[in-house]
């Protein structure tokens, strides 16, 4: 299973004395490029990552010398192989990205073609333009890439594929020579020979064109021979001219390397509107495609029942799917068909709505069309239909819905028929399909579910062989979206015929000789099921190891056709689901966005795939499954190598993925288990025990006189700083949190008689009663944030008790310290078992009181949220559970409190605007609308949520003197420059360190919730 390929050194060393990008020799970063978003893994034998154009020309050049093959890469987020492959990859996405030139006047523009298509828009939006190709992975597909595959978004009925949307593109061929690829009447040297051979051979073979081409918008396949003999539904040019360009889109790579990209804008819609028919019956939906066309829609989009059902079973999306819906209460339809209008002005949008009003009635589906005008409630819904696959890819065990035949295009009048015909084929080979996708266009995406570690080979022939005669029964196209690949190569020569196929063979060869440029796609491709292909061969097995949390949940099998999940536990990981929980990243890619949330903070900055969430989900399936480096580590401990602590390294546990993640990958415990068993193998630094028994040591500082002012001497004397920053790692260009010498345990007279109450007592009374948990940072650093809280909760009418341990307790409980703990800080440092101890003896105090229905009330995000969430995979059982379901952070609660009546407040108004800074962990467990919510009691306060990602400092992470930089470039993203817009305002931040990192970076002071609230008391 290990690939031993060793790249020449010669070549290594020419390659990188010459250009001024990385080239990554390595099985560690070779793996991260293996595989796409298909079933195939090939590793590359090396991986240069150019910084310009240039680098690009000198690797080629030197590609060519030597004879190694060349695999362009974008964001890798292919469904069918197209981008692995034995060859040196090149990432375009990293540098090789910048827009050219916007040309408003001709709405053109020009790009290389690493740049995002999102990151396009985004920069239009302004001029009322955008790139019309909207692909559901726009957040992260480079316009390279989708020239590649011939992309096609949702809305291709009215603006066409890729190839309708490229003017020219400038590409180097395979011997170092650039052609200028666009009007093939005006084209000139080697562009205009080769379309001159490509023209010879099309002339001779137009019959075959014209015989075996399917009449389709929806066609990918092969080269586009086509042309210079159009066969396309929509013409590939307005004035049906020849554009050579077109001949590149969707060659997947295999002709030429696209250096620059010329494209056609169009209008951004001003208006749209959508309306959402529902259907009992799915053939019913299919039907009604080629009708709805007709009304002139820019999309009709399907969703079924099954992906409806998920989408509700699912909390992000259940809201927002109900909206589709004629009544919610109802039996779930079979199918919704999203009908897009738009335009420039609403009128005859809404004409068309009625229309379509009236069409469902003419067909006897009266009343079947909920509208939707609002642009929210659109965009919403769009976003459910956009996260689809992903929603159907969330599925535990090894079965997985796989992409092989899941963009065959058929006429539409045949729909119906054959996504019935279809359907019968899965059942016949115990499988079953979830439809969505393009109806508008008879692409209807399908995915069977197979389990490719089994028999899911064999199954997938079966069920290709039989859709393919579907296919050509309906006169339809085999490969209608995702391009060839490694899973539809083979098909092309059955959908072409003989002749043609030799003819794409005759044109790779003129543009690319020795065959160099991304071998086995298009021509020469292997068979789709030559196992040796595929990420989870039939060798796959992995080292068998005992993670520290609980991963049972993940270790369970399905059933492919009722997707019925077994018990946890069941499923037969020698990791006990560590490595399935891990095997759930399918590739995507959605890490790679760069959106309004978190997910993934250290690729926002680096833009290093081994810094994204599914470089490290990689990593550790390599590494789990023998695939990296093997030496003594790696066999007995593949987690403790240092190939996977170079991919965590920068991973900050903001636990955005666990939400983010269409899959759930959970890096942030993942990183628990690295830490565990790195640490383990390396022991801890000084600095770790620093930061992980703060807990421990804290209580004995701030008790002994003078040694607080003592140790915040540190933050006043630069040569203190730096001594400190040489023993411990700890940077002397960050401020410490400073201690106290007043603490919230100090007057223990108060505590005891105020605070301290039994389960039963806090019970009684008229008054209600809460227990806040007082964690470290709080109760020794800010201890005026307790304050706040504590006059709040009693204003507001609350009894108080404030968990703090007995002399009994510390004595019963190992690791019981002077104060309860929530384990956070050793986790942070991987040290479990003194984590479980601290969170055993907390569990147990709070038990009592969770058990009673008593809100469990905490202040620091990352301490509360570990109640609800590490907590429950610690083995600590209904007693975790119990407790997780009380804990709630301050605002939560408060907010649930004020809307059911039990309390007020009565605060003055706000003087100042407010700015609040989401702690990472409050937006993973989406948990801050209560706290815009509470702001809002505030009158005038109006409340703006910036729009950050982490504020980089994750705990000790920003402390540390390697991770500064790092630190501080995440916080520059948006959170400080968004402050600093501000001036004058409050700035709201839950998080002890996000507070940290507001006051050294733009030397403003950010507050907890709990101490504006109190300040407008
Ligand atoms: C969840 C999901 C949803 C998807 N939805 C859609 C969809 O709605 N519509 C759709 O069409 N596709 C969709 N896809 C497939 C895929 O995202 C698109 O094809 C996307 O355009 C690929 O972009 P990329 O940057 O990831 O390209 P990559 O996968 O990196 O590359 C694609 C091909 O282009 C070639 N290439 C890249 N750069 C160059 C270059 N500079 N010169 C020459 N060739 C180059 C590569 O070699 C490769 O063959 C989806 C995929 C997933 C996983
Ligand atoms: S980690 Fe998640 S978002 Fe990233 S590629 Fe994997 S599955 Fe997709
Ligand atoms: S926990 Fe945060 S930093 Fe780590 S991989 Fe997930 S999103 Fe990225």
């Not at 293996?34 to 154009?53: E, G, K």
């Not at 019959?207 to 929806?218: H, S, T, Y």
């Amino acid at each position: 299973m290990l690939n031993n390929y060793v790249f020449p050194a010669e070549i290594a060393t020419r390659l990188r004395k010459n250009v001024k990008g990385a080239l990554f020799t390595d099985l560690a970063n070779r793996g991260r490029y293996a595989t796409d978003a298909s079933i195939y893994q090939q590793f590359p034998v090396a991986v240069l990552i150019p910084q310009d154009a240039e680098d690009v020309k000198t690797a080629l050049a030197v590609a060519a010398e030597f004879a190694i093959p060349v695999l362009p890469r974008g964001g890798g987020t292919s469904q069918c192989g197209q981008t692995t492959g034995a060859a040196l990859v090149i990432d375009n996405s990293h540098a090789f990205r910048n827009i050219l030139e916007i040309d408003l006047n001709r709405a053109e523009a020009e790009v290389e073609p690493g740049l995002v298509l999102d990151h396009l828009n985004a920069k239009l939006k302004p001029s009322g333009l955008w790139f019309p190709v909207d692909v559901s992975t726009g957040a992260q597909a480079t316009i390279g890439g989708m020239a590649g595959n011939n992309s096609c978004g949702s809305r291709s009925i009215a603006y066409g594929n890729m190839v309708h949307n490229v003017l020219g593109i400038e590409a180097w061929l395979a011997n170092g020579k650039v052609g200028q690829f666009g009007p093939y009447a005006q084209s000139t040297g080697v562009a205009k020979e080769l379309g001159t051979f490509v023209k010879s051979l099309a002339e001779q073979l137009q019959p075959e064109i014209e015989a075996n081409w399917p009449k389709v918008l929806r066609r990918v396949a092969g080269y586009n021979l086509d042309i210079f003999h159009p066969q396309s539904e929509l013409p590939y040019t307005s004035d049906s001219s020849v554009n050579l360009a077109h001949l590149l889109v969707g060659s997947e790579g295999t002709l030429a390397y696209f250096k620059s990209l010329r494209l056609k804008l169009a209008p951004l819609p001003q208006h749209k509107v959508l309306g959402v028919v529902n259907f009992k019956s799915f053939y019913r939906a299919m039907e009604s495609a080629q009708h709805l066309v007709k009304l002139g829609p820019s999309a009709v989009e399907l969703v079924d029942r099954t992906m409806i059902d998920l989408a509700r079973s699912n909390p992000s999306f259940k809201q927002v799917i109900e909206t589709a819906l004629i009544d919610p209460q109802a039996i779930t339809p079979e199918a919704i068909l999203l009908v897009e209008f738009s335009g420039e002005s609403q009128a005859p949008l809404l004409t068309q709505l009625q229309n379509l009003q009236e069409l469902m009635g003419e067909l006897g589906l009266a009343n079947s069309v909920v509208p939707m005008i609002d642009t929210n409630l659109q965009k919403n819904l769009w976003e459910v239909r956009k996260a689809g696959l992903n929603i159907m890819m969330s599925l535990k065990g090894d079965g997985k819905p796989v992409s092989f035949i899941e963009d065959c295009a058929v006429p539409l009048e045949h729909l119906a028929d054959y996504t019935q015909a279809l359907t019968e084929v899965f059942t016949k080979h115990g499988s079953r399909g979830t439809w969505y996708a393009h109806a508008s266009v008879g692409t209807l995406h399908v995915r069977p579910i197979l389990d490719m570690r089994r028999d899911g080979a064999q199954k997938m022939r079966a069920v290709a062989e039989e859709a393919a005669e579907l296919v050509r029964r309906y006169k339809g196209a085999y490969s209608g979206e995702h391009g060839d690949g490694l899973c539809r190569g083979e098909w092309i020569s059955w959908q072409f015929g003989p002749k043609i196929t030799a003819a794409l063979g005759a044109i790779k060869t003129a543009f690319d000789p020795q065959h160099l440029f991304n071998p086995g796609k298009i021509i020469d491709p292997p068979k789709m099921d030559d196992s040796i292909l595929f990420r989870y061969p039939p060798n796959y097995a992995i080292i068998p190891l005992k993670p520290a949390l609980d991963w049972s949940a993940w270790d369970v099998q399905n059933n492919p056709v009722t997707e019925a999940i077994s018990a946890p536990g069941t499923g037969g990981d020698p990791a006990l689901g560590l490595a399935k929980a891990i095997e759930m990243c399918n590739n995507n890619g959605h890490c790679r966005k760069f959106d309004a949330e978190v997910m993934c903070p250290s690729y926002r900055v680096t833009r290093d795939e081994k810094h994204l969430t599914r470089g490290r989900a990689n990593t550790l399936r390599l590494a789990m499954s023998g695939q990296l480096e093997q030496d003594a580590i790696s066999l007995s401990d593949p987690l403790a190598t240092d190939a996977v602590k170079e991919v965590m390294d920068l991973c900050v546990s903001c636990k955005a993925c666990r939400r983010e993640c269409p899959t759930g990958v959970d890096m942030a415990k993942m990183k628990i288990e690295f830490l565990q068993r790195y640490k383990k193998r390396v022991g801890h630094s000084v600095r770790d025990l620093l930061v992980a028994h703060l807990p421990r040591y804290a209580p004995i500082v701030s008790a002994l006189p003078g040694l607080p002012a003592l140790l915040n001497l540190r933050n006043q004397v630069p040569f203190i700083a730096k001594l400190l920053q040489w023993l411990t790692g700890i940077s002397a260009a960050r401020s410490l949190p400073a201690w106290r010498a007043k603490t919230l345990w100090k007057n223990q007279t108060i505590l005891q008689e105020k605070y301290t109450h039994s389960p039963d007592a806090l019970l009684q009374g008229e008054r209600k009663g809460v227990v806040l948990f007082a964690d470290t940072f709080n109760a020794y650093f800010e201890n005026e944030n307790l304050q706040a809280a504590i006059r709040l909760l009693e204003t507001a009418g609350y009894h108080i008790h404030i968990p703090q341990p007995t002399k009994e307790t510390r004595t019963e409980q190992p690791g019981c310290g002077k104060q309860f703990c929530c384990g956070r800080t050793y986790l942070a440092a991987g040290m479990v078992n003194e984590a479980q101890e601290q969170l055993s003896a907390l569990l147990t105090h709070l038990h009592p009181y969770a058990e009673r229905g008593i809100a469990i009330l905490g202040l620091e995000p990352s301490c509360l949220f570990t109640l609800k969430d590490e907590a429950l995979v610690m083995g600590f059982g209904e007693q975790a559970i119990t407790v997780g379901q009380q804990a709630q952070l301050l605002e939560t609660f408060l907010v649930a409190e004020l809307k059911a009546g039990r309390c007020q407040f009565n605060l003055k108004a706000a003087t100042k605007p407010v700015l609040v800074h989401g702690h990472c962990h409050q937006k993973a467990f989406a948990a801050l609308t209560p706290t815009l919510e509470l702001l809002k009691q505030i009158p005038q306060a109006n409340p703006q949520l910036i729009e950050s990602s982490c504020c980089g400092m994750a705990g000790s992470f920003g402390y540390e003197v390697e991770h500064i930089t790092v630190s501080k470039q995440m916080a520059e993203l948006s959170l400080l420059p968004a402050i600093r817009k501000v001036p004058n305002a409050w700035v709201v931040a839950d998080g002890t360190s996000c507070r940290h990192q507001i006051q050294d970076g733009v030397n403003r002071e950010a507050v907890h919730i709990a101490r504006i609230l109190a300040a407008h008391l």
